[in-house]
């Protein structure tokens, strides 16, 4: 079950095989290294949809790629239908209920990362 694994850093889902445990505490510089090493990562699964890869693969990071690819962000993108923001921003749900940290979170990537 994928929620034996902990997580660490910034939410890195320690793999077998990586030192790290759970309650161990990592340098800011080893938290960083694996959100950028996971980023990469899912930025190259989403590289076939330019430059909207790096919108999907920061909801992967949040929300897992298989999230993504059942995503209506990933429906109309496939059609290519790049008016993503209602169906971006639509995931910010916790338990079934709307919730403000996660909208907020969801505004700021897309502000960031979506390449007009």
Do not use: W
């Amino acid at each position: 079950m994928a929620f034996d694994k902990p997580y660490v850093g910034y939410g890195h889902q320690v793999q077998p095989g990586e030192p790290y445990r759970r309650g161990v505490q990592l340098t800011e510089a080893q938290a960083d290294a694996l959100l950028r090493k996971d980023y990469s990562k899912f930025c190259a699964l989403y590289e076939k949809y330019g430059k909207d890869k790096y919108l999907l693969a920061a909801l992967a990071y949040n929300c897992g790629p298989g999230v993504v690819n059942k995503s209506s962000v990933l429906r109309l993108l496939k059609s290519g239908n790049r008016n993503i923001f209602k169906a971006y921003t639509s995931h910010c749900h916790y338990k079934g209920k709307k919730h403000k940290g996660l909208l907020t979170r969801r505004l700021t990537e897309f502000a960031a990362l979506f390449i007009p």
